[in-house]
């Protein structure tokens, strides 16, 4: 049993930690948002705008039952790890994340952008799910696939919701393409006040090498992360014809992230998805749109019971997982909440993460007297007049 020292009961309190033990702008890039950060703030002040149906207080369920599954995986809480590039968070990235994952019963996605090659990944949490842009040529896209698939990676998603805008009113971190002896001198001073982070990545043999190895060439070194952005930039976005052949060619379970539109969802099942998840990249696409939450009971509506339809997106307590299955999500997916508990703790503050998040579950279902999360309905939410903005229907 971890002490109540280490232990920390809200994510909030994860942010916290998170924030005093890493250099400003390693958290800053995770706090992210882009121009004016209103969609970012949105996603999860529109969580504060549902409320509860007043609870019952007899005749209540004794167990509640969280399993469900995704993309094929059973997972034991409707929660999984969203895809993010954590390089520079902790030195065992998302293999920390693979296995707090897994020890949650729960799939993880791994971006393409990552810091851990895909098989060490795999072979951490097998409940893996590999996460693309469509970035390069069709045939690097699908060595990338294919080195995915050979290491277990059990589904395939494709994020398409990032216009690489670049303004950010709060000011964007510098990130160094290498940490040479210059990026080490310009960084130095956030490292002196930081001195616990830097003591970690020089216990685990170095400071963080920004290379993205999922993104290599056969036997090629690992690009920089800035190598493989300019490359994204230039890649024309590809059109509905191109995902239909990228889920062909992929044959598995296929999961689109970034869809807020129920036409795009429509168009989604129609070649083939599996899942979609409803999402605005963390507030990271176009600012000014509205909250992922927000979209989703129209997406649910268009194609719910015909795929999966996942929210991700501004979660950050139980109670929000059981909003966002209440409006129609068979699960969500969770970003920054996980990197703070990365940041505060390491595997096991990820895996805090995950218990703080199946223990707000447990007691929202308790409260509202339903003994399963299938057993949600909108009935359980109640929700103010223009919250979907005009997106439903
Ligand atoms: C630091 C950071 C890096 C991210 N990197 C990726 C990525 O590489 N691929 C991807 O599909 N989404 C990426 N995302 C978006 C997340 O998968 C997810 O959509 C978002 O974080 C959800 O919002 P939340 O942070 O409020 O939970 C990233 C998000 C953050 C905060």
Redesign the pocket.
């Known amino acids: 049993m971890a002490s109540t020292r280490e232990w920390f009961e809200t994510v909030e309190e994860a942010r916290r930690r998170a924030r005093r033990h890493l250099p400003r702008s390693v958290y800053m890039?995770?706090v992210?948002g882009t121009e004016k950060g209103l969609t970012l703030r949105d996603?999860v002040a529109a969580f504060s705008e549902l409320r509860f149906a007043p609870p019952h207080i007899a005749g209540l369920p004794s167990a509640r039952q969280q399993a469900t599954s995704v993309l094929g995986q059973e997972i034991s809480l409707p929660v999984i790890a969203?895809?993010?590039?954590v390089q520079a968070v902790h030195p065992d990235g998302e293999l920390a994340v693979a296995r707090a994952t897994a020890g949650a019963g729960t799939a993880m996605?791994l971006?393409a952008?990552a810091s851990r090659p895909v098989e060490e990944v795999a072979a951490a949490n097998p409940k893996l799910f590999f996460?693309v842009y469509w970035s390069g040529s069709k045939d690097a896209i699908m060595q990338r696939i294919e080195r995915a698939r050979n290491a277990g990676a059990k589904a395939l998603?494709v994020?398409l919701d990032w216009s690489f805008s670049n303004g950010r009113d709060w000011g964007s971190p510098a990130i160094p393409e290498k940490m040479d002896l210059r990026a080490i001198m310009r960084f130095a001073p956030e490292g002196l006040a930081r001195p616990g982070y830097v003591r970690q990545w020089l216990q685990a043999g170095g400071l963080p090498d920004l290379t993205v190895p999922n993104m290599a060439a056969p036997g090629q070194p690992a690009p920089t992360f800035f190598g493989v952005y300019g490359e994204w930039m230039q890649t024309t976005p590809p059109s509905w014809a191109d995902l239909a052949w990228l889920r062909e060619q992929w044959g598995g379970p296929f999961m689109v992230?970034g869809v807020m539109r129920p036409d795009d969802a429509r168009r989604c099942l129609d070649l083939g998805a599996s899942a979609v998840s409803v999402?605005n990249?963390?507030g990271?696409n176009l600012d000014g749109t509205p909250a992922s939450i927000r979209a989703l009971p129209a997406v649910a509506d268009a194609v719910g019971s015909q795929i999966e339809v996942l929210l991700?997106?501004?979660?950050r307590r139980g109670s929000d997982v059981v909003k966002a299955l209440a409006l129609g999500a068979r699960a969500v997916?969770?970003?920054?909440?996980y990197?703070w508990g990365l940041a505060a703790g390491g595997s096991a503050g990820v895996q805090n993460v995950f218990d703080v998040l199946r223990g707000g579950i447990d007691s929202t279902l308790l409260a509202l007297g339903r003994p399963s999360v299938g057993d949600l309905s909108p009935d359980d939410v109640i929700i103010p007049p223009d919250f979907t903005r005009g997106l439903a229907k």
């Not at 991700?312 to 979660?315: Q, S």
């Not at 997916?333 to 909440?337: C, Q, S």
Request: glycine share 20%.
């Open positions: 890039s995770l992210a996603n969203s895809p993010t590039g996605g971006s952008f996460q998603i994020t992230k999402s990249h963390g990271n991700d997106g501004g979660i997916m969770i970003g920054r909440a990197l």
